[in-house]
């Protein structure tokens, strides 16, 4: 298999592998951390209430450890598809990358595993804490992250290097170019992308314009009246308002930031569609699937602020429509007999 | 290489590199400090109201939302100038496949270029005291993005 084949199904999968971790951790974590840092809101309000303060202080520490363990959650996340995208768009600049074949196998396999490992160190983070570690702050599986990270560093730099290379040579390529076809599921894929990321600017746009500030200061209104000792039925219903108010805002932000990403993965996968040795029928498929599954979830996750959680269920469903496209895409790339490649060797 | 491509792959590259070091230079000597602000006013807040220090209360929770007004706009300026960046570099390898003249084209990855700096750039202007003049430059950079966008599609879809 050649760096480029490595990096393509390399990047795929992990764009795959991070996206069934956030639908897993979507069902399973998210609302019961949310419903639980609910809990210790009213009960740092609760303990307000009571002239408390010890126990204000433990109920911010108990927020604190809930926060840390869905930011390390969210970051995995992120952190596993983006490695994704940057597998696929060195791929796409490795007939510029001027290194010899085998610097570039190995370049493409180190990148692949710093991608893998550092989205495992990140979630890693919450349940390792300090343990075992001869840092005061830093624990070991932070240093797995951290490591993991500078790997990628290294990489991205080696390929820096070969790039830099191919501009010296006055335009000598290493290997053959993408082929540039002009197929229904590349057209597909590159106006499908582009028509989503524009979608989620305009979102971005309406959302900044409109409901940003307006939460902002909701948020500081919401705060100072759960702070003004009421009894514990005010506090309550302050505390669901506030609950109410993150979801509101952490919705907006996952559909403009998902709608975004998923137009950024067409626009890419429109370049590897050679590689994806299926017939005209199933790549169309999936094209189709793809594109389907990236516009379901951000309108279904919006959607929940209205129908709760069957749109939940639903945006859930749309994840999982894009995580078998790409897997389906992956066999293609498995399937692949390597024609490229043997014109590269 | 086409002019249109050049200045979206380049320009894409610089804004990206820009959203990086910005990043890293806030990771190190901004972001714990805002961080520790906010946890700190919050629980402080409550601490204070448990207290019965209700002015002082009140103090610390609008140290909060001035310190999260801060933060959120801080890490949206970082995330937006690497995500514009990145855009750009993509489009840049399919830009010519466009069906629109290559003046259009170079005019169109102008127009990316600027909106993708000035918009972020006005965000950062929002957190600094200037916020007139940076709202009305996030505006303007991600009305010219979203404009290059349309067009953009409109190109790919008669490709």
């Known amino acids: 298999m050649s760096a480029r084949r490595i990096l393509i199904f390399g990047g795929i999968a992990l764009i795959a592998m991070g996206m069934l971790f956030g639908d897993v951790f979507a069902v399973f974590v998210l609302h019961q951390n949310g419903g639980a840092t609910g809990a210790a809101l009213m009960q740092a309000a609760n303990a307000a209430a009571a002239q408390d303060a010890a126990g204000v202080k433990t109920a911010f520490a108990q927020i604190g450890n809930l926060m840390e363990d869905r930011g390390t959650k969210v970051d995995s996340h992120v952190h596993m598809i983006d490695a994704g995208y940057l597998a696929l768009l060195v791929a796409l600049v490795q007939p510029y990358v001027l290194l010899s074949q085998a610097k570039k196998k190995l370049l493409a396999k180190l990148l692949i595993i710093g991608g893998l490992l550092l989205p495992v160190g990140i979630f890693l983070i919450h349940y390792v804490g300090l343990a075992y570690s001869p840092f005061s702050a830093i624990g070991w599986a932070s240093v797995l992250a951290d490591s993991a990270g500078a790997l990628l560093i290294v990489c991205l730099a080696y390929e820096g290097l070969g790039l830099w290379r191919y501009f010296r040579s006055g335009g000598l390529v290493s290997e053959p170019e993408m082929p540039r076809e002009r197929s229904w599921e590349r057209r597909a894929l590159l106006s499908g992308g582009t028509l989503l990321i524009l979608l989620g600017f305009l979102h971005g746009a309406w959302y900044s314009a409109f409901r940003l500030y307006h939460h902002e200061n909701h948020e500081i209104y919401i705060l100072k009246r759960m702070s003004d000792f009421g009894n514990e039925s005010a506090i309550q219903s302050e505390v669901n308002e506030y609950g109410m108010l993150q979801v509101e805002k952490a919705v907006h932000i996952a559909a403009h930031s998902h709608i975004i990403e998923f137009g950024l993965l067409a626009i890419l996968l429109s370049f590897v569609q050679p590689f994806v040795f299926l017939s005209e029928q199933w790549k169309r498929r999936w094209v189709k699937v793809l594109l389907l599954g990236s516009v379901i979830l951000p309108l279904f996750v919006l959607l929940e602020l209205r129908f709760g959680l069957l749109a939940g269920g639903i945006a859930d469903l749309g994840g999982l429509l894009v995580i078998i496209a790409l897997v389906g895409m992956l066999v293609g790339v498995v399937r692949y007999t390597g024609r490229l490649d043997g014109e590269a060797a | ?159």
């Open chain 2, 1 to 159: 290489m086409s002019r249109d491509r050049k200045v979206l792959i380049f320009g894409g590259i610089a804004l990206a590199l820009i959203g990086m070091a910005y990043g890293l230079y806030y990771a190190v000597s901004v972001e714990h400090q805002t961080l520790d602000q906010m946890g700190g006013s919050l629980a402080g807040a409550f601490v204070s109201a448990a207290e019965r220090k209700g002015p002082e209360s009140k103090t610390l929770l609008a140290s909060y939302g001035e310190a999260k007004y801060r933060y959120v706009r801080q890490v949206d300026v970082h995330s937006h100038w690497i995500g514009l960046g990145m855009l750009m570099i993509v489009l840049g390898v399919v830009f010519e496949e466009l069906r629109f003249a290559e003046r259009r084209r170079v005019l169109l990855a102008w127009s990316l270029l600027a909106g993708s700096a000035i918009f972020p750039a006005g965000v950062m202007l929002q957190t600094v005291n200037l916020q007139t003049m940076g709202s009305a430059l996030a505006i303007a950079g991600s009305g010219l993005v979203i404009g290059a966008l349309v067009a953009t599609a409109a190109g790919f879809a008669r490709a």
